[in-house]
């Protein structure tokens, strides 16, 4: 057994563990409302983004860099050498391959 199917199987117990309680047992009130809360917050836990954007203030060499290699959401000249960014921390492999870089 790998480390994939006892994960999958952990979870598919806990799954009808919590669906029984819930929809079987008619559950009414505050019990329902904790164990409805259980099955939301772990299948919730899957749809989360764990790659926050990053907002700063660069240089003009460091607004280079960044946008030579990571997904740029907004950038606004602050002054000649100082600009306000946001971007994805992740380095994007198309926009380098774009500007011919490793």
Do not use: W
């Not at 999958?8 to 019990?31: A, E, M």
């Not at 259980?38 to 836990?45: A, E, K």
């Not at 954007?53 to 606004?76: G, H």
């Amino acid at each position: 057994m790998n480390f994939y199917s006892i994960y999958f199987n952990i979870f598919l117990y806990y799954f009808r563990q919590v669906y029984t309680c819930l929809f079987l047992l008619f559950l009414k009130g505050s019990p329902r409302q904790v164990v409805k809360s259980l099955l939301n917050n772990l299948i919730g836990r899957f749809g989360l983004n764990f790659i926050k954007p990053i907002t700063a203030t660069v240089n003009k060499k460091e607004l280079d860099r960044i946008l030579a290699t990571k997904e740029v959401k907004t950038f606004k000249e602050i002054n000649e050498e100082n600009y306000l960014i946001t971007y994805n921390p992740v380095v994007n492999k198309a926009i380098c391959e774009s500007h011919n870089l490793d």
